[in-house]
């Protein structure tokens, strides 16, 4: 038994954050069906670099879902959709907002024929709003939350994260936690709801703390000025001998003092608040320190030790890490044309019902037929609906 075994998805969402959503939802258990345009599709699918004949991110992203080809312009389509409402729990769309009101599926319209239903829209600014129509992609949603801002060096230009903080952050966590959350309130009141996430909002939440600062009349957080985002020593990435770099996170007094015990510099241990002139002195101290040995020397040096220390690690690094594999981060999925494919592993570890990868990913519209008979849909009408494009 998995955790959300019987909750069913229908998933309209394309490229990352509602896919990455479901990705979470349906390793836990969750019937997800993809609801494919029957042209292209996920555009995930066809973006390079390719593993056979299909996108591989849209491969890493779509494990444990169905697929069905279903063209939501055409009114058979629009019919079909609305029937497939009445037996499922969820609808996700990423469109902007006002697509699907347009097409005659909105929440309303959904809810009046499920009142269970809960219908979770993501978008870039939310469902109302003086920018809802305005569009945009992750780096513009980080640059008005104000994390962009505060990433990078303090004289230096903003830095772009190497992972999109909006679509996964803002976006898909917060939709698979209000999701879960209105199946939760359905429980008790019977009645599903419209949940409206903007990947700005949710990216806007992960600055609370810095910009509790702000609030509290100080003068807000900047560039590579605080604690956490590069103004001190005991909490910096630093260069060893061999070019690579070895990350410190000592920011508590145990830690550093015990760090400066450890490289015999106990000269230093008075010294994790400097400031000014004296605490650059300390970053050109700690930067001649670790260019004395190779990453691996140091990390085996640290090896055991209580101190907050480890690799930046590139890619190829991470997935031969022995901590890494012991935790089942690193799997294999059976594809039925690719053999076994490597993918990241489920990051939620339960006790009593684990999630589970059950299928790989889906082909384009590959269960179209599976799913639309369970709605009473014959094969002459199945054969029509083929000729006419609506699946």
């Known amino acids: 038994m998995t955790p959300l075994e019987g909750l069913r998805i229908l998933d309209l969402s394309r490229l990352l954050p509602g896919p990455f959503c479901t990705l979470l939802l349906a ?37 444990n879902k169905k697929s069905i080809k279903l063209n939501l312009k055409s009114e058979k389509g629009k019919d079909i959709f609305l029937k497939l409402v009445e037996k ?35 978008s870039g600014y939310g469902q109302d709003g003086v920018y809802r129509d305005k569009p945009g992609h992750d780096l513009n949603y980080i640059g008005y939350a104000g994390v962009l801002g505060l990433t990078g060096q303090v004289d230096g230009a903003p830095v772009i994260p190497g992972v999109q903080i909006a679509d996964i952050g803002g976006g898909a966590l917060m939709a698979a936690v209000g999701i879960l959350a209105a199946a939760a309130a359905r429980e008790r009141t019977g009645r599903g709801q419209w949940v409206d996430v903007a990947m700005l909002d949710g990216t806007i939440a992960w600055v609370a703390h810095l910009a509790a600062v702000f609030f509290a009349g100080h003068p807000p957080p900047t560039r590579g000025t605080h604690l956490l985002n590069g103004a001190s020593p005991s909490y910096s990435v630093f260069e060893t001998k061999d070019g690579r770099y070895i990350t410190l996170a000592n920011i508590e007094p145990k830690f550093w003092e015990e760090l400066c015990r450890l490289l015999n ?18 970053f050109a101290v700690m930067k001649e320190i670790f260019r004395t040995k190779t990453l691996d020397e140091w990390l085996k040096f640290f090896e055991g030790k209580d101190v907050c220390v480890g690799p930046a690690y590139d890619l190829n690094e991470v997935f031969v890490d022995p901590h890494i594999l012991s935790r089942e981060m690193l799997v294999e999925v059976e594809h039925p044309s690719l053999g076994a494919i490597r993918q990241v592993g489920i990051p939620l570890k339960f006790s009593r019902t684990p999630g589970e990868i059950r299928t790989p990913p889906p082909g384009f519209g590959e269960h179209t037929e599976e799913i639309l008979k369970e709605i009473g849909i014959g094969d002459e009408e199945m054969a029509k609906l083929k000729e006419e494009n609506v699946i």
């Open 265 to 282: 510099r106990e000269d230093l241990k008075n010294r994790l608040f400097d400031e000014g002139e004296d605490k650059g002195k300390l």
């Open 27 to 63: 390793d836990l258990g969750a019937e997800v069906v993809k609801v494919e345009d029957p042209v292209q599709g996920d555009y995930m699918r066809w973006l390079p670099p390719y593993q056979g004949k299909e996108g591989a991110a849209f491969l890493s992203l779509n494990r």
């Open 88 to 122: 499922y729990d969820v609808v996700l769309e990423s469109f902007r907002p006002g697509v699907m009101e347009k097409l005659g599926l909105g929440y309303d319209v959904a809810s009046a024929r499920n009142q269970r239903i809960i219908y979770c829209s993501i």
